[in-house]
């Protein structure tokens, strides 16, 4: 593959730089297949359908996926950088069981897993961190998110940390 | 994003701006063309009397034989018997009670000719006016009424369709993409919060998002969280709307649900009035299972009276309100069914010569446009184009179809260029 192949989408300098230069690559958004087993795995919900030995555990992940498609297939052209959420997206990401399942602290999920591994708060939002980016959560990021459950306590505020990194640009794109 | 009719820059600079800004939302007049529509637009009268669209939409292709345009007595008729209508010396099908009655406000063409036969690429044609094109998605009809009428601060979606999956916005931003409603006697999916979540928790988690999205933004630019903050605030809008009451029938009196009759048609198009009542500026209800390639005669008769029941409805509550002058209803399918009767007693896919009904808009009723011949082979008189079906709606809505886009670096017009409004159906 040829340097072009390997630019990362990070921009150098202020300026974002002409695209017929190809001096950086493209964000995309995730195609809705994509997007809908990251969300699966990160939350954990696959493999929570999968212990739970539910016979129907299959049936369950395509009405899921059904439901999901049906909301993200749409035929906007994703080759622009330039992002439109629809209305019925923006509903399904607050709203659904899906993702209600997938941030839920109750019941054998990911965010249930974090809360009892540790009782530090630092602890607990590398591990979200590492979950949802794969990577470590950068000082200034610790600080805000520790910020931001000190606003509300217990549970809860886990939930809404979850889903937000969850919903968030840096899940949501191939970048 | 940039309102596109609010640019006060010229054509090279919009040109000099390229790809990278918001590439489907620019629009160019073309002035030349623009002089020649002008000039049309002021001999057919009737231009912009339509605030909103009411689209019909018969999937599968409906039999026109058992139908708007029936030939009793003939050896491509088969047993379909006809009944008078409103105007005098024209008979439909005995299966559209209603709409015979009714046909005083419609106007009836019989002379539609399309060259699409399958039903993905007829269906495309139907609803964007344009074939389909491997290199570019074109806008539905409703979004292109949403993108040119809506609001763009309204708390409901522009552009609503029931029964559908039908056609997305294409090139258009994808707030004009259809808000689909399935199933119109079922809740709407993720309109209500779930158990547990508050107002509270639903702001804190947007607001943190924006924060979150801070470096991505940085770094990788603001296309995404931007459009994030769109779509989240648009959504939320909605929630909080007492305006969605229109979708929930549940309180809406026994005796109005008779009259539009019950079934996904019919309660689809009692959803459309009150979305409209609610200042929605397209819907689109969709009616399956037309594809009757067997028994087409008995399902015909089955599927037409549950549409006869939905369009008798919604035409008399809008005339009733005063709002069938301003609003634009059509009457269409994938195509029409053909001359030969099959030995399963179907009818296959005939785009040669079909038929589309019209009403309100400032469209004239009581008359029919167009004839098939004898045995319904083809137009004997008066064929009437799909880009000319939608050079006709535009001119209703008061679009100019002959704007320029760019899209994806290309310009395209609204409206397909080989068509120009049907005089017909305005001229009084």
Redesign the interface.
């Known amino acids: 593959m040829t340097d072009t192949y390997q630019r990362t989408?990070?921009?150098e300098g202020a300026v974002?730089p002409?695209?017929?230069l190809f001096a950086k690559a493209p964000?995309r958004?995730l195609s809705t297949e994509q997007l809908y087993f990251a969300l699966s795995r990160a939350s954990g919900m696959d493999a929570r359908l999968d212990r739970a030995g539910r016979a129907d555990a299959r049936r369950q992940k395509e009405a899921f996926f059904t439901?999901f498609s049906?909301?993200f297939d749409?035929?906007?052209?994703t080759?622009?950088?330039?992002?439109?959420?629809?209305?019925?997206?923006?509903?399904?990401?607050?709203?659904?069981?899906l993702l209600?399942g997938a941030v839920a602290a109750r019941g054998a999920t990911l965010v249930r897993s974090v809360l009892t591994s540790s009782r530090d708060p630092s602890e607990r939002v590398r591990r979200l961190w590492l979950s949802a980016y794969a990577r470590e959560p950068?000082p200034a990021?610790a600080r805000?998110a520790l910020a931001?459950l000190r606003?509300?306590d217990g549970d809860?505020a886990y939930e809404?940390?979850f889903?937000?990194?969850l919903?968030?640009?840096?899940f949501?794109?191939n970048? | 994003m940039t309102h596109p009719s609010s640019l006060g820059t010229s054509r090279r600079d919009l040109l000099r701006l390229g790809l990278g800004a918001a590439a489907g939302s620019l629009f160019l007049p073309s002035f030349g063309r623009l002089l020649a529509d002008e000039q049309a637009a002021a001999s057919v009268p009737g231009f912009g009397r339509a605030k909103r669209l009411v689209f019909l939409y018969m999937v599968g292709g409906p039999s026109q034989f058992e139908t708007l345009d029936p030939k009793p007595g003939t050896t491509t008729g088969g047993p379909t018997k006809t009944i008078p209508t409103a105007i005098p010396g024209v008979e439909i099908a005995d299966s559209m009670p209603g709409i015979a009655k009714r046909l005083g406000r419609c106007a009836l063409i019989r002379s539609v000719t399309s060259k699409e036969g399958s039903h993905d690429r007829a269906r495309y044609l139907v609803h964007t006016g344009f074939a389909p094109n491997p290199t570019l998605t074109h806008p539905a009809i409703g979004s292109i009424v949403s993108h040119e009428k809506g609001d763009r601060d309204a708390e409901l979606p522009e552009f609503v369709s029931i029964g559908g999956p039908g056609s997305g916005s294409g090139y258009l931003p994808v707030e004009h993409a259809p808000f689909v409603v399935q199933n119109p006697e079922r809740p709407i999916a993720n309109l209500e919060m779930p158990a547990g979540l508050s107002d509270r928790r639903v702001a804190s988690r947007v607001e943190f998002l924006s924060k979150v999205n801070e470096r991505f933004a940085r770094e990788r630019g603001e296309g995404v969280p931007a459009g994030q903050d769109v779509m989240f605030d648009k959504a939320r809008r909605m929630m909080a709307s007492k305006k969605v009451g229109a979708f929930d029938l549940s309180s809406v009196p026994a005796k109005r649900k008779e009259a539009y009759g019950s079934g996904v048609f019919g309660t689809g198009c009692l959803m459309a009035k009150r979305l409209l009542d609610e200042g929605v500026s397209c819907v689109e209800v969709m009616s399956q299972g037309w594809d009757t390639h067997d028994d087409n005669f008995n399902r015909v008769r089955e599927l037409s009276a549950g549409v006869d029941q939905g369009v008798s409805a919604l035409l008399d509550e809008l005339e009733a309100d005063g709002m069938l002058d301003s609003t634009l209803v059509v009457w269409l399918g994938d195509f029409g069914r053909t001359p030969d009767i099959t030995a399963t007693q179907g009818r296959g896919h005939f785009p040669r010569a079909w038929s589309a009904l019209l009403a309100g808009g400032g469209v004239q009723g009581g008359r029919v446009i167009g004839r098939t011949d004898a045995l319904g082979r083809d137009v004997a008189e008066r064929p009437v184009t799909i880009p000319e079906l939608f050079a006709s709606f535009a001119h209703a809505l008061g679009v100019d179809g002959s704007r320029e886009f760019q899209a994806n670096g290309r310009p395209i017009t609204l409206v397909d260029k080989a068509g120009t409004p049907v005089p017909e159906l305005f001229r009084a």
């Open positions: 989408s990070r921009r974002e002409d695209p017929s964000v958004p439901a049906f909301v749409d035929d906007e052209m080759e622009t950088e330039d992002f439109h959420g629809s209305v019925p997206q923006g509903l399904f990401l607050l709203n659904s069981r209600q950068e990021e805000s931001y606003q509300s809860a809404d940390l889903w937000v990194l919903n968030s640009a840096e949501m794109t970048h």
